[in-house]
Structures are given as structure tokens and as C-alpha cells.
């Protein structure tokens, strides 16, 4: 069966913009968990979506928001871009939400802020 | 690869040795565990995991040891073979309900 998606796979965007990404999960996965990973801190939880409501949340500022659609697909949104943000950021789904369950990761979208 | 540390710890291991690739968790609260392998411009991959009321766990060529008295995992690999070459990640439940990952371990594998 398909894994889980994640599109675009590459992103450029300029400080101060804004970006959408996105996330399918794998059929049947009903929790979708976003993870931020930079070199320098590593893999850092930022949210996680169950049955569209938001479960779950990491230590990340406001500009870092996401939702999830009635077909567990997820968005997530980061608005006024740094050149900090610039990161890999993974999606995970899994079958139910929690920390209980092994997540399956996407391959993930490079966001580069210049 | 441009989805891993620059700082890293590296374990180089030759083709055909078992690898050891160790983890200090830190949440005592943690009854939930599991290995990841991040090749690089791929997500992170599941290896194996173990639940706390085990102390050892195989798979296919893999075995998870599960020390909780001092916090630590540690994932083998028997055999290793160039295509084990990646990222390990530990990755615990901890008691705030999502996943919380290691500082990763690269493993290089040399003929």
C-alpha cells in the first residue's frame, strides 16, 4: 500500500512569506504528527492531528499552524517565514494518535527561507 | 545527507561485523521505544521497537536491549552491510504523549 506523501518535496521561499504544506497519510492511519528536523536541534515534534482536531502541540510559535481534513489528510501552515525556519519537515502517521503506536514517516519536504 | 546532523556521533563498523549503536533516554515515565534509520534524503524508517515490560526484542538481523534501570537502549545489528549505512535515531513515548528522538548515530559501513 502507498506510504505516506508528502508534497512539495522541495520548497524555496522568501523571508516574510508564507507556506502550505502537505501530507497524506498511509489509508486507514488516522493520526498524522508533523516533526521540524535541523541539524542543530535535531528532530522537534510540532503538532499532531487526530479526527481534525489538533491533539497535540510542541514548543513552537504561532506562526507554526496545521489542520487535518474529514480523509486524515493534513496541511500544515507557516506564516511570516525566517531564515530559521529552513528545515527538513517530516510527516508521520499512524493508526491511532499517541506516542503508543510506531509512526511511519514521509520522505519529507526541504524548506529552504532566503 | 541533507536531512541529518553535521555533529553526529560515528560509529564506522567493516562490512560483515555486528554494529552496536547505543541510547540514553530520558524519561523514566517512558514504556515505549523505538529505532529509526534515516537514509539520507529519505524520512525516517521504523526498525523495531520494544515496550518496557521486555528487555530484548529481535528481528531480522536487529535486537533492541531495553536497560531501564539506566535508561539505556541499544540496537544491534548483526552482519552489518553497506546498505545499514545511515542515521539511527532512538525514539521514546515519554509522558507528554508523542514521540521524543535521540540526537541520532551515524553508522558508516566500510569494505
Same mark, same amino acid.
Given at each position: 500500500?502507498?506510504?505516506?506523501?508528502?508534497?512539495?518535496?522541495?520548497?524555496?521561499?522568501?523571508?516574510?512569506?508564507?507556506?502550505?504544506?502537505?501530507?497524506?497519510?498511509?489509508?486507514?492511519?488516522?493520526?498524522?504528527?508533523?516533526?521540524?528536523?535541523?541539524?542543530?536541534?535535531?528532530?522537534?515534534?510540532?503538532?499532531?492531528?487526530?479526527?481534525?482536531?489538533?491533539?497535540?502541540?510542541?514548543?513552537?510559535?504561532?506562526?507554526?499552524?496545521?489542520?487535518?481534513?474529514?480523509?486524515?489528510?493534513?496541511?500544515?501552515?507557516?506564516?511570516?517565514?525566517?531564515?530559521?525556519?529552513?528545515?527538513?519537515?517530516?510527516?508521520?502517521?499512524?493508526?491511532?494518535?499517541?506516542?503508543?503506536?510506531?509512526?511511519?514517516?514521509?520522505?519529507?519536504?526541504?524548506?529552504?527561507?532566503? | 545527507?541533507?536531512?541529518?546532523?553535521?555533529?553526529?556521533?560515528?560509529?564506522?563498523?567493516?562490512?560483515?561485523?555486528?554494529?552496536?549503536?547505543?541510547?540514553?533516554?530520558?524519561?523514566?515515565?517512558? $514504556?515505549?521505544?523505538?529505532?529509526?534509520?534515516? %537514509?539520507? /534524503?529519505?524520512?525516517?524508517?521504523? &526498525?523495531?521497537?520494544?515496550?518496557?515490560?521486555?528487555?530484548?526484542?529481535?528481528?531480522?538481523?536487529?535486537?533492541?536491549?531495553?536497560?531501564?534501570?539506566?535508561?539505556?537502549?541499544?540496537?544491534?545489528?548483526?552482519?552489518?552491510?553497506?546498505? $545499514?549505512?545511515?542515521?539511527?535515531?532512538?525514539? %521514546?513515548? /515519554?509522558?507528554?504523549?508523542?514521540? &521524543?528522538?535521540?540526537?541520532?548515530?551515524?553508522?558508516?559501513?566500510?569494505?
Amino acid at each position: 500500500k502507498a506510504g505516506v506523501t508528502q508534497t512539495p518535496r522541495y520548497l524555496i521561499k522568501t523571508r516574510g512569506q508564507q507556506v502550505t504544506l502537505s501530507c497524506s497519510p498511509i489509508s486507514g492511519h488516522r493520526s498524522v504528527s508533523w516533526y521540524q528536523q535541523t541539524p542543530g536541534q535535531g528532530l522537534q515534534f510540532l503538532f499532531e492531528y487526530f479526527s481534525e482536531t489538533q491533539r497535540n502541540k510542541g514548543n513552537f510559535p504561532g506562526r507554526f499552524s496545521g489542520r487535518q481534513f474529514s480523509n486524515s489528510r493534513s496541511e500544515m501552515n507557516v506564516s511570516t517565514l525566517e531564515l530559521g525556519d529552513s528545515a527538513l519537515y517530516l510527516c508521520a502517521s499512524s493508526l491511532e494518535p499517541g506516542a503508543d503506536y510506531g509512526y511511519t514517516f514521509g520522505s519529507g519536504t526541504r524548506l529552504t527561507v532566503v | 545527507g541533507e536531512s541529518v546532523g553535521l555533529h553526529l556521533p560515528t560509529l564506522s563498523v567493516q562490512e560483515g561485523d555486528n554494529s552496536i549503536i547505543n541510547c540514553a533516554y530520558s524519561n523514566s515515565a517512558s $514504556d515505549y521505544f523505538i529505532w529509526y534509520k534515516q %537514509e539520507s /534524503g529519505k524520512g525516517p524508517q521504523f &526498525i523495531i521497537d520494544i515496550r518496557s515490560n521486555m528487555d530484548k526484542r529481535q528481528g531480522q538481523r536487529v535486537t533492541v536491549l531495553l536497560n531501564k534501570t539506566v535508561k539505556h537502549l541499544s540496537l544491534q545489528i548483526a552482519a552489518t552491510q553497506p546498505g $545499514d549505512s545511515a542515521v539511527y535515531f532512538c525514539a %521514546e513515548n /515519554g509522558d507528554t504523549d508523542k514521540l &521524543i528522538f535521540g540526537t541520532g548515530t551515524r553508522l558508516q559501513v566500510f569494505p
